[in-house]
Each structure stands twice: as C-alpha cells, then as structure tokens.
C-alpha cells in the first residue's frame, strides 16, 4: 500500500524559510514523479513544483520561482520543497503527490498524479 507522509510544516514569519519532506512508501519510486501542491483557504488547490526521476524539476506559480526548491533522494523515496523568503500568501495545506508514470517532464496537473499525502500546514505570519 502506497503512503506518501509530509512534514516540515509550521508557523514561520514573514521573510523566513522552511523545508518540507515527502516521504514516499510501499511502492517503487524511483522512476515516478514527485509533486507539491498546495490549498489555500478559500481557494483552489495549486500546482507547486514538481519533480521527475530525472531530475527535471517545473515549477507553478511565478510567485514561488526564485524562492521555492524542489528536489529529491531517490535512495530515500524521499521528495523535499526548500521554501524561502516565504510571504503570507504562501499559507496553506501543502500536499505531496507521486505519479508512477515513467516521464521525463514531470506533469504540473493534480489529475495525472497516482497517490497523496494528508497535507501538511504552512502559515507565514506578516
């Protein structure tokens, strides 16, 4: 059974940094893609960043780029989101998602991801 567990969340002020984790289980990831959305409250959910098993890395809205980095450990099945010079914006449940397809470019929609996580909270205070 697939489990995909995120931490690293938290209450962080404004201009501060936080690193989330992914921790993916019960499966063979070393070929997926690995995504981070997130969901604001009151609105919908949206792409973050994704990674594919290559190391090609897209990423979502232009207010995270430049300040939001994605990466991964394979050996680990484990997908990480450095997030710096976070804003009060940036509040919301951060979700992570696997999709087991083999691609090289990692897809930025929710609806071609496989598995997710419960979603862990971020909150940047002004």
């Known amino acids: 059974q697939v489990q995909l567990v995120e931490s690293g969340g938290g209450l962080v002020q404004a201009g501060g940094s936080l690193r989330l984790s992914c921790v993916a289980s019960?499966?063979?990831?070393?070929?997926?893609?690995m995504g981070w959305f997130r969901r604001a409250p009151g609105k919908e959910r949206e792409f973050v960043a994704a990674i594919a098993w290559s190391g090609v890395r897209t990423y979502g809205a232009d207010s995270v780029k430049g300040r939001f980095t994605i990466s991964r450990d394979n050996a680990k099945n484990t997908a990480y989101l450095q997030m710096n010079s976070l804003k009060p914006e940036d509040t919301a449940v951060y979700y992570c998602a696997v999709d087991v397809r083999y691609t090289v470019v990692p897809p930025t929609a929710a609806s071609e991801y496989d598995y997710w996580g419960q979603g862990t909270q971020v909150t940047v205070s002004s």
């Open positions: 019960g499966g063979t990831f070393s070929r997926a893609s």
